[in-house]
């Protein structure tokens, strides 16, 4: 406790400089028109819902199982729902919902145990507790949504947002670039823990002055923010119970979303400089394009992240430079030209030839050869561990394992990989073939084909382009985020045609020797296109809001399409 404690401290003491007001006042001009003044109220079904729907999980401190307390939710509801009503009205939250045990756990399974800071501090709370947020939270980001609050390059903690539209757009704006001979740089900042750094005014400010939060709803903010207590419980012992004086809870259900509030004026400070950027929570990605005739535009990087590192030290939070990774993006060509080039970016130079941006690996040319042999490699560590488990394993259990080590992997990130080439896709197909013939116990050399189908399994190629139809379809009807969106537009030809009502999309043109034919905008178009029509138009609707899972699915289309 004691460590986890003079962490946040000697941080906060080591930025410099605090001005708050200035900072807050000078970068975000956006005055929302509506005001949040309170919270509505809940009724039976809504609170029978939320807690129907929450994992049964107990913390320490819940003085009943919450399995048990499901189970006599019909005897104890209008006592609870009483609970989370008043503290809704009256603006305060109950003190012993303000109590959380710190159960330790370690950033990366390879680190050492016995150091403390290979440790992140993640905060249970009661599981009432955690229903009185989910129903804040709720009405918090209806009103965000419906204000257009949001900062729109957040993808962390929002609905139909993921890692994998993140990059997604990111990606797409590098082959883009790369289409028209230019370079990109991504930079990837690193902050130091920011949830527990985070100061309780500033956020205050936040919420009032920049998303309209007023009267009892920010009174309720300053009560969940004040007095709040944890403690570390470890092996049976407590430790004492210290004050909260900074950051939001991690593991709590508002954390995140406050922090996303915190960081508002965060993107309005880059925008300035001209530089595309990306969130996701605290991971942050600046980049910006320039032909290679034109490298001092890249200077612009240096100044963004010189303002960028002012704004962080007066709102308390601390870019760590030593973990902040740069990339140089372009095709081969290019970037082998400029291999001696250095950029100076307070203290990094451009020295990685990949790095790990979303649990994705990019290297310079984006052919994604890494981040397939690592998907490889892990896999069939799962897959060994399973194979000596399988004579003792239930068919579908050991279906559950393959799904859970081994096809998450594969199909993590996947729609990236579209327009890859056919010898690096291979790679992972390798992986399923094992997979599947280790669940069916078939021999080395029985034909795959059969066995794949026996188990309604698509094959990797399939599989993308399945992540990719699923990613276009749900950018086509409000399902996914604005910004892929965007790259969709829809084909409305000049004059009067029959495929004027198919539902096409315009397909860009694209130099065939340059890399654009793999991306978004480009391979999402063109396999939408190829849909038989009945697909594209109202059949498709029903289709995807069936209860069929994407495997099933796809496989539907497969038997009705002619282009797979």
Same mark, same amino acid.
């Given at each position: 406790m004691n460590f986890f404690t003079d962490k946040i401290d000697n941080i906060r003491n080591t930025i410099t400089n605090v001005d708050s007001t200035a900072s807050n006042t000078s970068v975000l001009s956006i005055t929302p028109k509506d005001k949040l003044q309170c919270f509505t109220t809940i009724g039976q079904e809504e609170l029978n819902k939320r807690i129907t729907a929450s994992k049964p999980t107990t913390c320490l401190l819940d003085p009943v199982l919450t399995k048990l307390l499901k189970e006599l939710l019909p005897v104890a509801e209008e006592l609870l729902l009483n609970i989370i009503n008043?503290?809704?009205?009256?603006?305060?939250? /109950?003190? /012993?919902?303000?109590?959380?045990?710190?159960?330790?756990?370690?950033?990366?399974?390879?680190?050492?145990? #016995?150091?403390?800071?290979?440790? &992140? /501090?993640?905060?249970?709370?009661?599981?009432?507790?955690?229903?009185?947020?989910?129903?804040? #939270?709720?009405?918090?980001? #209806?009103f965000l949504q419906k204000n257009d609050l949001y900062e729109e390059f957040q993808s962390g903690f929002r609905p139909h947002h993921s890692t994998e539209t993140a990059l997604?757009?990111? $990606?797409?704006?590098?082959?883009?670039? #790369?289409?028209?001979?230019?370079?990109?740089?991504?930079?990837?900042?690193?902050?130091s823990p920011a949830f527990d750094t985070t100061d309780h005014d500033i956020l205050i400010d936040r919420l009032q002055n920049n998303t309209g939060i007023q009267g009892q709803a920010l009174r309720w903010f300053r009560s969940y923010l004040s007095d709040r207590y944890h403690f570390v419980y470890l092996n049976g012992e407590s430790s004492h119970l210290s004050p909260v004086k900074y950051g939001v809870p991690q593991g709590s259900v508002l954390g995140p979303l406050l922090f996303s509030i915190y960081m508002l004026p965060f993107g309005n400070i880059i925008r300035k400089y001209g530089i595309s950027f990306h969130c996701y929570a605290d991971d942050t990605q600046l980049y910006i394009s320039t032909r290679p005739d034109e490298m001092s535009k890249l200077s612009k990087l240096t100044e963004c992240v010189k303002n960028v590192k002012d704004w962080m030290t007066n709102n308390f939070l601390l870019l760590n430079t030593d973990k902040t990774e740069i990339l140089l993006i372009g095709q081969k060509n290019f970037t082998q030209n400029l291999v001696d080039y250095n950029l100076q970016l307070d203290g990094c130079t451009v020295t990685s030839s990949t790095v790990k941006n979303l649990g994705v690996i990019l290297d310079s040319n984006l052919s994604f050869e890494n981040h397939i042999s690592h998907v490889t490699k892990t896999a069939f560590f799962h897959l060994r561990n399973i194979a000596k488990l399988r004579n003792m394993l239930h068919v579908s259990d050991a279906e559950k394992l393959v799904h859970a080590f081994m096809t998450s992997r594969l199909d993590f990130c996947n729609a990236l990989l579209g327009g890859c080439p056919a010898s690096s896709i291979n790679k992972l197909q390798v992986v399923q073939n094992a997979a599947a013939r280790v669940l069916t116990r078939s021999r080395k050399y029985d034909h795959i084909t059969p066995i794949l189908q026996s188990l309604h399994w698509l094959p990797i190629k399939f599989r993308i382009s399945y992540k990719i139809l699923l990613l276009t379809y749900k950018a086509l009807n409000g399902l996914a985020p604005a910004y892929l969106t965007s790259l969709l537009p829809r084909y409305n030809p000049s004059r009067s045609l029959r495929s004027q009502n198919a539902?096409?999309?315009?397909?860009? &043109?694209?130099?065939?020797? $340059?890399?654009?034919? &793999?991306?978004?905008?480009?391979l999402a178009p063109k396999l939408w296109n190829s849909l038989p029509d009945n697909v594209r138009g109202s059949d498709t609707l029903s289709l995807f809001k069936s209860r069929l899972n994407s495997i099933q699915i796809m496989h539907l289309i497969i038997l009705d399409c002619s282009y797979i």
């Amino acid at each position: 406790m004691n460590f986890f404690t003079d962490k946040i401290d000697n941080i906060r003491n080591t930025i410099t400089n605090v001005d708050s007001t200035a900072s807050n006042t000078s970068v975000l001009s956006i005055t929302p028109k509506d005001k949040l003044q309170c919270f509505t109220t809940i009724g039976q079904e809504e609170l029978n819902k939320r807690i129907t729907a929450s994992k049964p999980t107990t913390c320490l401190l819940d003085p009943v199982l919450t399995k048990l307390l499901k189970e006599l939710l019909p005897v104890a509801e209008e006592l609870l729902l009483n609970i989370i009503n008043s503290s809704l009205s009256l603006g305060h939250v /109950p003190k /012993p919902f303000k109590l959380a045990v710190i159960k330790p756990l370690i950033k990366k399974p390879q680190l050492d145990p #016995s150091e403390l800071a290979n440790y &992140r /501090p993640i905060s249970n709370l009661p599981f009432m507790s955690k229903i009185l947020e989910k129903v804040v #939270s709720a009405q918090l980001c #209806s009103f965000l949504q419906k204000n257009d609050l949001y900062e729109e390059f957040q993808s962390g903690f929002r609905p139909h947002h993921s890692t994998e539209t993140a990059l997604v757009k990111i $990606t797409n704006d590098f082959l883009l670039a #790369s289409d028209q001979g230019c370079i990109s740089l991504l930079v990837l900042l690193d902050l130091s823990p920011a949830f527990d750094t985070t100061d309780h005014d500033i956020l205050i400010d936040r919420l009032q002055n920049n998303t309209g939060i007023q009267g009892q709803a920010l009174r309720w903010f300053r009560s969940y923010l004040s007095d709040r207590y944890h403690f570390v419980y470890l092996n049976g012992e407590s430790s004492h119970l210290s004050p909260v004086k900074y950051g939001v809870p991690q593991g709590s259900v508002l954390g995140p979303l406050l922090f996303s509030i915190y960081m508002l004026p965060f993107g309005n400070i880059i925008r300035k400089y001209g530089i595309s950027f990306h969130c996701y929570a605290d991971d942050t990605q600046l980049y910006i394009s320039t032909r290679p005739d034109e490298m001092s535009k890249l200077s612009k990087l240096t100044e963004c992240v010189k303002n960028v590192k002012d704004w962080m030290t007066n709102n308390f939070l601390l870019l760590n430079t030593d973990k902040t990774e740069i990339l140089l993006i372009g095709q081969k060509n290019f970037t082998q030209n400029l291999v001696d080039y250095n950029l100076q970016l307070d203290g990094c130079t451009v020295t990685s030839s990949t790095v790990k941006n979303l649990g994705v690996i990019l290297d310079s040319n984006l052919s994604f050869e890494n981040h397939i042999s690592h998907v490889t490699k892990t896999a069939f560590f799962h897959l060994r561990n399973i194979a000596k488990l399988r004579n003792m394993l239930h068919v579908s259990d050991a279906e559950k394992l393959v799904h859970a080590f081994m096809t998450s992997r594969l199909d993590f990130c996947n729609a990236l990989l579209g327009g890859c080439p056919a010898s690096s896709i291979n790679k992972l197909q390798v992986v399923q073939n094992a997979a599947a013939r280790v669940l069916t116990r078939s021999r080395k050399y029985d034909h795959i084909t059969p066995i794949l189908q026996s188990l309604h399994w698509l094959p990797i190629k399939f599989r993308i382009s399945y992540k990719i139809l699923l990613l276009t379809y749900k950018a086509l009807n409000g399902l996914a985020p604005a910004y892929l969106t965007s790259l969709l537009p829809r084909y409305n030809p000049s004059r009067s045609l029959r495929s004027q009502n198919a539902g096409l999309l315009v397909v860009p &043109r694209i130099e065939k020797s $340059t890399k654009r034919g &793999r991306a978004f905008s480009h391979l999402a178009p063109k396999l939408w296109n190829s849909l038989p029509d009945n697909v594209r138009g109202s059949d498709t609707l029903s289709l995807f809001k069936s209860r069929l899972n994407s495997i099933q699915i796809m496989h539907l289309i497969i038997l009705d399409c002619s282009y797979i």
